[in-house]
């Protein structure tokens, strides 16, 4: 790599941690931006619809692993998809449990319906 090269990226990723700092130290409101609350908007519908709709999902899978069209791993990897997937409030909540308060505000407002 060339030296102007190098120095652009090192100054680029100085310019890209100093700009995102105020993120990671919690302060600041708690109002999120519009694409932040699209965000918790789409988590909100999935995890609305997800669980009827991930219910049926394994339900199929185990009578394909009954009968011998699935193999077993695969169905166990599905489950703790999901597991993960609608569980990541709570799992974040258990394994982060220092976090600043506005990051928790922030965690139990994402996914409700805001007026």
């Not at 120095?7 to 931006?33: E, H, I, P």
């Amino acid at each position: 790599m060339s030296l102007i090269v190098k120095k652009f990226l090192s100054v680029l990723c100085a310019v890209l941690l100093f700009s995102f700092s105020g993120y990671a130290a919690g302060t600041g409101s708690v109002n999120m931006d519009d694409t932040a609350q699209v965000i918790c908007n789409i988590i909100g519908y999935i995890w609305g619809i997800g669980g009827p709709l991930m219910t049926v999902v394994i339900i199929g899978a185990s009578l394909l692993a009954i009968f011998g069209r699935m193999p077993w791993p695969a169905l166990f990897a599905l489950g703790m998809f999901c597991g993960v997937f609608f569980g990541a409030k709570t799992i974040i909540m258990n394994v982060i449990p220092n976090m600043s308060d506005n990051v928790k505000v922030m965690l139990e407002k994402c996914g409700t319906q805001n007026p």
